[in-house]
DNA sequence: GGAGTAAGTTAGTACTCAATCACTAACTAA
DNA sequence: TTAGTTAGTGATTGAGTACTAACTTACTCC
């Protein structure tokens, strides 16, 4: 058994809730499964955060921000183009090396209806103002132009889904996709 | 208490089916919530479906059709720029007034992973090859170019996601993304 | 008008899962 | 060394839920 602080607890506990919401969602994961990851009893998870909701709510946060970070750190000192491409080839890399932050990011999307339906409008929000956030993040970079950020968006979203619904990368569906050919259609132009 | 055939009652539990999916997921909708709104006792669903999951597959997989029945028929006998707007006209009037099918699709394209991961690869291959369907119907009218099909796949997505998310009309998010808007912004160029 | 069938219900079972409680083991400072 | 705190566990509970079995009610056709 190793110790840690409860607040290194918390941060293991993030991360494994990222990995078993981002498959399941909110109710197709049990705290058991996240615990089960963690190497922890189940029981615990409840000391170190107040129910199942917040260890979700803290996941989907974590993911917003580490999503902004990825995009602010790809563009930092570049624009327009360089810009573009650069962020592009982070998010691709984040949907190769780390696929369970961008499926906790679907599951965050979708999980906002039901919040909402419940009468929880808070939890809804986050996600946007998560989301305005994220968008105010490219804006800037990409030349503070609409078009150009709502398509870079909306590229991110497709490469969401099909990777959400389990394409492999030799399938034809991400043909005119990744970035480097993307942008050398933009060029072609 | 009204009856009717088995068929059509099948119909109605497609459609609450729809309805209660698209705002819970597959986890968080009881066969009671979608009995409920059929107006019919929860056993008897499964005299018309062998199981929850079989409803589940039968609303996407209605959802999927209803979706590539729209695009057909928008774009029929219109190719091009004509074909694209007619698309994106009929993609907003099923926003706005069949929500539900479109967090029904969320819900497929995010169920999947955890079908995937349960060894269930049946469901993601009729998935995709639903989306594959999709593809191709969009894919003719707007002049067989895969850049053109992807960028519209890829607005739809986005659409969706915000959809999702709860971003009302006004929101500024959606600038540069209605199709009017985003037309007029291809044509100013 | 009664036999057969198709539509539908009530009652119940086996199981999962979030959350609580009462407890123990390890660290730390005086 | 001991008093107090922090990390962690096992047992349990109560609510919810997919699914089954046995029964009832309405329609239809001879």
Chains 1, 2 share one sequence.
Request: charged residues 25%; hydrophobic residues 45%; glycine residues 8%.
């Amino acid at each position: 058994m190793v110790r840690m602080s409860a607040e290194e607890r918390r941060e293991s506990v993030i991360r494994a809730a990222t990995a078993e919401f981002g498959r399941g969602g909110y109710h197709g994961t049990s705290t058991e499964a996240i615990a089960k990851r963690v190497g922890v009893s189940q029981p615990y998870l409840f000391r170190l955060f107040p129910g199942k909701k917040a260890i979700f709510l803290a996941a989907a946060e974590r993911c917003v921000e580490d999503t902004i970070r990825t995009f602010a750190e790809a563009s930092a000192g570049l624009e327009g183009e360089e810009a573009l491409h650069a962020m592009a080839d982070a998010y691709t890399e984040v949907i190769t090396e780390r696929p369970e932050q961008l499926m906790m990011q679907m599951q965050m999307y979708v999980a906002v209806a039901a919040a909402e339906q419940e009468g929880d409008h808070e939890f809804g929000e986050a996600v946007r103002a998560g989301w305005m956030r994220l968008w105010d993040t490219v804006h800037l970079p990409l030349g503070a132009d609409v078009n150009e950020t709502t398509t870079f968006l909306a590229y991110g979203m497709l490469v969401n889904c099909l990777a959400g619904m389990g394409f492999p990368p030799e399938h034809r569906v991400w043909e005119g996709l990744y970035p480097s050919a993307r942008l050398k259609g933009r060029l072609e132009r």
